[in-house]
Structure formats: C-alpha cells, structure tokens
C-alpha cells in the first residue's frame, strides 16, 4: 500500500488503462525510478471501480521483485488466485485448467530478475485462457510474441512541479509558508507554494522527468534551500540519496536504482554504457562504434550491446532523422560516468571522442558539412545580438577593440562543452541547444560562458568558425576572413 498520494499522470492511467483492456499482455516498460509500479497500481484502481464490468472475475496483484527462486512464480499465482494446493499436476498447467475463459487480470509487477519465468507463464496462459488479460511492469520487455509494450513516459512538466511541491510540503511544513494576497484578502498557499515554481521546474527537467529522482530531491528541502538542490544536482547520486525507509532497497537513492539495472546487463552492456557517458548530446552508430569500440567490446557487438541498453530502458533512441541518435538521460549519464572513471578507461574514451572530427561525421559527406555550417556561420550573425549574460558582455568588450587573451584551444573543452559548441556552429539558438542536447537552459548558458572563454571567441559567428577549423580544417571556409583562422 503506497504511503504517500498519487500526484498527475491522469491521461497516463487513462492511456494504459485503456490498452490494457484492449490487449492480453502489455507490459509497461522504462528506466527504474519512472513510476512504473505505482501507475500500475493507479490503473487497476481505476479498473477496479468498473465493479467487475471489465473484468469480473477479479484483479489480481504479484509481487516479483522480491522473488528469490523465479521457478515458485506459478505457486505464488495460486496462491494470489486462491487456489487449493494440489501436488498431482504442475503449477502452471493447474492455473490454465483453473482459469478457463475467466476474465480478469494479473498484475506482474518487476518482472526485472523473473522475466524469463514471466514469459513462460504468458506463454502458457494466454493460448488456453481467453480471458486473462495480464500487465506487466519491467525495465525489460518480456519478448513474448502478442506482447504490446508501452514505454512510461517522463512526467510532464506541470505534473513534475506538482510532485515536487507535494513531497516538498511534507517536508517543509506550513510553518515557513509565506502567506499569499488574493484581492486583498489574504491566503493561506499550499504546502511548498513559496518556492520558486520556475526554478523547481528547471530541477525537475535536469532529473529527467523521473517521479523517484524529484521525490528524491524533493525530500532534502528539510536540510537545504531550493537554489543549493538546484546546484547540487549537478552531483545528483550524491544528492539523490536518503529515501524512505519503508521503500524497497534499490529505490532508496538513485544510485541503487541504476545499480538494479546495471547489475541485469552483461559485461558488454556494461562496458558500452559506462563509455556512452562521454556522449553529452548524444550519439549516431557510427560515432559509437568509432569512440567505443576497443578492447573486450569489437566493433561487431556495439549493435547487440546498443540494443540491449535500449532494452534494458537506459538508453533512449530518437528516430526522427535519417540516423537514429542514440542518448542516455542525465541521471543515467552522471552514474555511467562514474562507471567510466573507475573503469580506468576514460582517458582513452576521451582521445577517441575528441578525434570523431578527424574520423570524419558519419552523417553526411564532407561537402555537405561545409555548406551546412558555413550557413550557419553566417545566419547565427543576428543571434549574437540576443546574446545574454557573460558572451554577450565578452561581445560588447570585443566590440570596444578590447585586447584578446591567448584561447586555450579546442582540447580544453570539456565533451559537454564541445556538443554545445557543434551546436551553436549549426545555428541553433539557446534554447534550441537545450531541446536537442536534453540539458536545461541555465547549464546551456553555463557551457557557452566557458567555451567563450577558453576559446577566447567574441560572438556566435566566430564561434562558428572556430569549430568549423577544428572539426574539418581542410573545410574552412576562406571567405569567413582571415582574422578569425
């Protein structure tokens, strides 16, 4: 029984629900710490108020996660199902025969560790039972054939807000509320009103969306202030820590949350995702197989070691281009770069990645680089004039002929703030940078400042330029001047 309310997600229940009712296995699949547990509790509450119109043969609720021996998943069914012991016939075979053409439905939440058990138990009941209908909770499909797989979506962002706010109330009390003024008249806010709703929000987004992660940083505001959490989660598994006691183990900080996940892969799963990491923006195959394929993982096992991490719900694929790019969302990323660094192999992770411009871009020819960005050189002129914060003063001061210091040069960038730097050149404006790189906009200004900096650019055109030179020098465009070479 959840200790705590139920926050959004309606036309998420109402999204499920439905499939559930039209489908006979679906399972709801995304990366621990998505809520898959709890919306799932919150449709077969919404379908147990149909009073046995949809299923009248009852609802039923298995807990596989806690399972020690996936082999006793038929006898726990009996059991949940009420059924009398027997010893002359198999488990699974004395549920079907029991069952018939009942109508109803299982619930088979975590099915993590149990999937293969999962899936013979679906193998065997759907066939035989016509109306048993099943839905199962996985950060892995179960790869049974009439499986309909439905992947949790991240909260939306008022839905986040809200969350946030609630566990934050809990926390704070009433006792700090500022008191708000309606007309004149005054009024008493909600628990958690006085914070700042923009700055929540940006929290919320940098944790993905995910429910466990905000209720996670939610709990600190006893301890800290609003701007701190917002700091502090750009160390998000040490900020991330500090969960219910009454809560499983591997929900209790977020780091156990992707060591659940992390501990189901094999060792190249293991190997790609922690050399993934690199990746602040994301990646095309080709990019990935040429920074990490080396050592244990060969160039023929990144597509089987990628789509296991896509299977597993810790890497996300955006196919709307030509080339699916392949990302990990920036909790995941953080713990994979911890990984990365223990792994003694970042340093070579690191060379690879900053050599992907002398490889070549796996995206396109050469020629249509060049005229892709030297547009963008050129159309990024006025963007430089929206300009704010410490570009647009370094700008201003170029502008007055101040005098240059020596850049640092493209190796000093961090891989962040060369994926932010690529997409500047491309002509994207703030933003824009932030929606395709999935980073706030706050930490998008923050890169900017310090590839300015390092690279001792005075406006977006010249940044263009500079990572044109650096990416492919052989395409430098000549009529950009000679000045900015």
Request: with cysteine; aromatic share 4%; hydrophobic share 45%.
């Amino acid at each position: 029984m959840p200790l705590t309310d139920f926050v959004g997600r309606q036309s998420d229940i109402v999204a499920l629900a439905g499939l559930v009712m039209r489908e006979r296995l679906v399972t709801a699949t995304g990366p621990g710490g998505c809520g898959k547990t709890r919306l799932a509790d919150q449709v077969m509450a919404r379908l147990a108020e149909c009073r046995g119109e949809v299923f009248p043969a009852g609802l039923f609720w298995l807990s596989c996660g806690d399972l020690t021996d996936a082999s006793l998943l038929p006898s726990v069914l009996i059991a949940a199902l009420g059924m009398p012991d027997r010893f002359d016939v198999a488990p699974l075979e004395r549920v079907a025969d029991q069952l018939g053409e009942r109508r109803l439905l299982v619930v088979l939440d975590d099915c993590d560790r149990v999937a293969d058990a999962v899936q013979a138990l679906a193998s065997v009941l759907l066939p035989r039972c016509g109306g048993v209908h099943l839905l199962a909770t996985s950060r892995v499909r179960l790869g049974v054939g009439a499986e309909v797989a439905w992947r949790v979506p991240p909260m939306t962002q008022a839905d986040a807000v809200e969350l946030f706010l609630a566990r934050a109330g809990a926390e704070i009390g009433p006792s700090t509320c500022v008191t708000a003024v309606d007309g004149g008249v005054p009024v008493s806010p909600a628990p958690g009103a006085e914070l700042d709703r923009h700055l929540v929000a940006e929290v919320c987004a940098r944790l993905d969306g995910l429910p466990l992660a905000i209720e996670l940083a939610a709990a600190r505001t006893r301890v800290l202030s609003l701007p701190e959490i917002a700091r502090g989660v750009d160390d998000r598994l040490k900020l991330l820590a500090g969960g219910s006691r009454f809560a499983p183990r591997r929900h209790r900080t977020i780091r156990a949350c992707i060591d659940w996940s992390y501990d189901l892969l094999d060792e190249l799963g293991r190997i790609l995702l922690r050399r993934l990491a690199v990746f602040a923006g994301g990646a095309r195959m080709a990019e990935v197989e040429a920074v990490c394929a080396f050592g244990a993982l060969a160039r023929e096992d990144v597509l089987e070691a990628l789509t296991t991490l896509v299977d597993h719900s810790l890497v996300v694929t955006d196919r709307r281009a030509v080339d699916s790019r392949y990302q990990l969302l920036d909790t995941v990323a953080a713990y994979a770069r911890e990984r990365l660094d223990a792994s003694g192999e970042a340093g070579e992770v690191q060379r690879r990645h900053g050599g992907l411009g002398s490889f070549g871009d796996a995206e396109q020819t050469l020629t249509d680089r060049r005229a892709r960005m030297t547009a963008a050189v050129f159309d990024a002129a006025d963007e430089s004039a929206k300009l704010d914060g410490p570009t647009a003063t370094a700008s201003a001061g170029r502008s007055r002929g101040s005098r240059r210091r020596p850049a640092l040069g493209w190796a000093a960038l961090t891989p962040a703030e060369r994926e932010v730097a690529r997409a500047v050149a491309r002509g994207l404006s703030n933003p824009a940078v932030g929606r395709a790189l999935a980073i706030s906009l706050s930490t998008v200004k923050t890169h900017l400042a310090h590839v300015f900096g390092k690279l001792n650019v005075a406006n977006r055109v010249e940044l263009a330029a500079f990572v044109l030179r650096a990416d492919d020098p052989a395409g430098y465009p000549p009529n950009i001047g000679p000045e900015l070479r």
